[in-house]
């Protein structure tokens, strides 16, 4: 959401930035029905000042005994003219908000230009990619051959896109989450968190979910979404709030389920657990000093490419360009690891600072140690990282030619001290 003030008083600078993402300029439209906005309210108080003066006017009269009825016909006439100036000033504004709902984060000054992937930038590559003596196989594969990964029957309980792990392998997703989560927690600080996974759509709405995406939902009968990520639970935890300055940053992680329809995903990944129904995530936000987000964008990565480091599997690092940025972000990092299986690198974790943005749809704010009033506080997301696809990169990164796998060492705690998943291990 944007700051119409702003909007008002740098049209040029707001079209630009919605040009930068391939977006026709929309200061016009919504400046018109600013304008009509504004001069209804002004009407509306107009009448209402109107109203004041003619009151006065019926009490004068009747102190001293005349007859005011025609007085107090005009005042029941302008009630209904401040009635409609008010309707109408009401209805330009949901106008306004409908149309600044829709409307992207603007992109910040050294995100690259660029309508797709295409024009994303490499900004560092980890590690290198491991090189078998034997073709590698993909995580398909691999999982079913030890048989702990199981689509058809998942398919037999709930369709396409979902997944049924058993034994070793459900045991090496939760030991990842754990993983995850005591690294974040013990060592970078963030507070764990157990949240709904059922939320109301104006949580939805505050992280920039809704309206436009609502076809990527689940939505309940009673109305609740299903949160498509733990960034729409921890992130409104600040919603409607005023903080104080010296509570910030405030850092939360959860482990959660989360529940995509994919509506935009039709035919992507169709094999496999890549892109999935539902899935497990470590999620990362951060509720940043203004000032501050920028670096803590910066940290909020490292934690996350920490996990990567701490398993042995490389990586590499992109910063999306305007066009393949999400809704909210006004820049994003990508980590995208190495899969063997499909000779690729591929998305892990996305690392977002979406600045003021999801704050103003919050109504999420400080109150400054110095001087008057309040501000937005800026929020970021990221993964830390997605748990079904470091599961595949760990299968397929640690695959042996006999079709067991290595537990990465960093993992053995968490596993009783497995080395090896399959075989006579």
């Known amino acids: 959401m944007f700051d119409l003030r702003w909007i008002r008083e740098h049209p040029d600078e707001f079209d630009r930035g919605l040009a930068r993402r391939g977006l026709p300029p929309q200061s016009p439209a919504i400046l018109a029905l600013d304008r009509e906005w504004r001069s209804a309210q002004t009407e509306a108080e ?20 005349l007859d005011a009825a025609d007085l107090m ?74 048989h702990e990964m199981d689509f058809q029957r998942a398919s037999k309980l709930s369709g396409a896109r979902f997944t049924v792990l058993t034994g070793t392998l459900a045991r090496l997703e939760r030991a990842l989450a754990q993983f995850m989560l ?13 949240p709904p996974l059922l939320v109301r759509d104006q949580a939805v ?61 039709a035919g992507k990944d169709t094999r496999g657990m890549i892109r999935q129904h539902q899935f497990y995530k470590v999620e990362l936000v951060s509720i940043a000093h203004p000032e501050q987000s920028e670096a803590e964008h910066e940290r909020m990565t490292e934690c996350a490419e920490t996990v990567l480091r701490r398993l042995g599997l490389a990586y590499r690092v992109i910063v999306l360009c305007t066009g393949d940025m999400g809704f909210a972000a006004r820049k994003t990092y990508d980590l995208e690891v190495w899969l063997p299986g499909q000779e690729a690198y591929r998305e892990i974790s996305s690392c ?60 053995r705690p968490y596993m009783d001290g497995l080395e090896v998943i399959g075989g006579n291990a």
Request: proline share 6%; glycine share 10%; net charge neutral.
């Open 182 to 194: 005591d690294i974040h927690t013990r060592e970078f600080g963030y507070r764990e968190v157990s």
């Open 352 to 411: 977002s600072n979406c600045g003021e943005f999801q704050a103003r749809r919050m109504k999420a704010r400080f109150r400054p140690k110095e001087g008057k009033g309040t501000r937005f506080v800026h929020t970021l997301n990221g993964s830390g990282l997605a748990v079904g696809r470091t599961l595949i990169a760990v299968l397929e990164n640690y695959q042996q030619g006999n079709g067991t796998v290595m537990v990465p060492p960093a993992l």
């Open 73 to 146: 016909r005009e005042v029941a006439a302008s009630k209904d003219r401040q009635a409609a100036m008010e309707t109408a000033a009401a209805e330009r504004y949901a106008a306004i908000e409908k149309a600044l709902a829709g409307i992207p984060n603007l992109p910040a000054e050294d995100v690259p230009d660029g309508p797709d992937a295409g024009a994303n930038r490499l900004l560092r590559t980890h590690g290198e990619p491991p090189r078998f003596g034997f073709a590698p196989k993909d995580h398909v594969a691999l999982g079913e051959g030890l």
């Open 46 to 65: 107009a009448v209402q000042a109107e109203r004041n003066r003619l009151s006065k006017e019926i009490g004068a009269a009747k102190s001293k005994g």
């Open 205 to 265: 709405y505050g992280v920039g979910q809704l309206p436009k995406f609502e076809d990527d939902l689940f939505k309940t009968t009673t109305g609740l979404y299903l949160i498509p990520t733990a960034e729409v639970s921890l992130t409104n935890l600040v919603a409607e709030e005023i903080l104080e300055e010296a509570a910030l940053p405030l850092r939360f992680t959860a482990w959660t389920p989360c529940f995509r329809s994919e509506a935009g995903a």
